[in-house]
C-alpha cells in the first residue's frame, strides 16, 4: 500500500481553494481526494467537512462513482453548528432525492427525501443568520420540484424512515 503525503496546515487555505475550484470543474472526486488530506491535517476544520459533504453529494446518483448517503451522514455528524447540521442534512436529503430523478426510484420515495429535506430546512431556518437565506431558497426549490411533478402529500402508508 502506498503511504499518503501529508499537507502542511499553512496549505489548508490554499487546498481548501483547489477543493472548491475542482467542484466548480465537476471533479468532485478530486476536491473529496482534497478535502481529505486537508482532514488528516485538521480533522475538524469545518469548511473541509463542509466541502467534503458537497463533494459527496454531488456524486449522487453518477454511474462513473458510486457514493452512498451513508458517506455524506457520516461527514454530516461531524459539523459543529447546529444551523450547519441541519442545513447541511437538508442539503443530501434534497440531492438524494434528486438523484433518485429518472431512475427506477418510486416517485413516493423522491417525495419524501425531498419532503424531509424541507423539514430540515425548516428546522435551519431560525438558526440563520441574518443574512443568510439559504435554506428558505432551498425549501422552495423543493417545494417548486414537487409541485412541477405534481407530488402528493405521502400518506401515513407511504411514509418511510430515512434513517438509512
Sequence with gaps: MIELRPISSEAIPAALAKAERYRLLNQPRQAESIC????????????????????LTDQFGSRRHSVDIRRAREVLS?????????YYEGV??????????GGDAI???INQ??????QCYERAEPLRPPD?????LHWNACARLINQNQL?????????????
Design 92 to 101: 443530501v436529503y434534497e440531492r438524494w432525492g434528486k438523484s433518485l430523478i
Design 152 to 164: 402528493p402529500e405521502p400518506s401515513r402508508r407511504e411514509a418511510f424512515d430515512i434513517g438509512d
Design 78 to 86: 461531524r459539523l459543529k453548528g447546529e444551523y450547519e447540521r441541519a
Design 107 to 109: 416517485v413516493e420515495a
Design 132 to 136: 443568510n437565506d439559504e435554506a428558505i
Design 36 to 55: 481529505s488530506d486537508i482532514l488528516q491535517a485538521e480533522p475538524d476544520h469545518q469548511a473541509a467537512l463542509i466541502m467534503l459533504l458537497l463533494a
Design 113 to 118: 427525501w425531498l419532503r424531509s429535506a424541507m
